[in-house]
């Protein structure tokens, strides 16, 4: 079983920034990608990067690219979600992912991930 604790999300000021942390536990946290997705009220949950095990292949939402940054920790099984120049537009529950079946590449897709965390809220406000 594993077990993911987001942590870091509050609120700021259009223009701020945050860094959003996963913490994963147990014995199938390793070896997996990791990702992060989003959801806003009223919308549907969408991707917003992810990382392989490794940390060498990245991606990104076009929305978030040149502003959010994924790397990861595999000493302490963590990941990080850099957010620069946020937009009111990035508000948001975050939940962070686990995907056991991809080592070397990292999905897109929500439906790839077997391990989803609690959620943490960001709000940007103008």
């Known amino acids: 079983q594993v077990q993911l604790v987001e942590s870091g999300g509050g609120l700021v000021q259009a223009g701020d920034s945050l860094r959003l942390s996963c913490a994963a536990s147990?014995?199938?946290?390793?070896?997996?990608?990791m990702g992060w997705f989003r959801q806003a009220p009223g919308k549907e949950r969408e991707f917003v990067a992810a990382i392989s095990w490794s940390g060498g292949n990245t991606y990104y939402a076009d929305s978030v690219k040149g502003r959010f940054t994924i790397s990861k920790d595999n000493a302490k099984n963590t990941n990080y979600l850099q957010m620069n120049s946020l937009k009111v537009e990035d508000t948001a529950v975050y939940y962070c992912?686990?995907?056991?079946?991809?080592?070397?590449?990292?999905?897109?897709?929500?439906?790839?991930?077997?391990?989803w965390g609690q959620g943490t809220q960001v709000t940007v406000s103008s």
């Open positions: 147990g014995r199938a946290a390793s070896n997996s990608a």
């Open positions: 992912a686990l995907d056991r079946s991809r080592i070397r590449t990292a999905s897109m897709a929500s439906q790839s991930y077997d391990y």
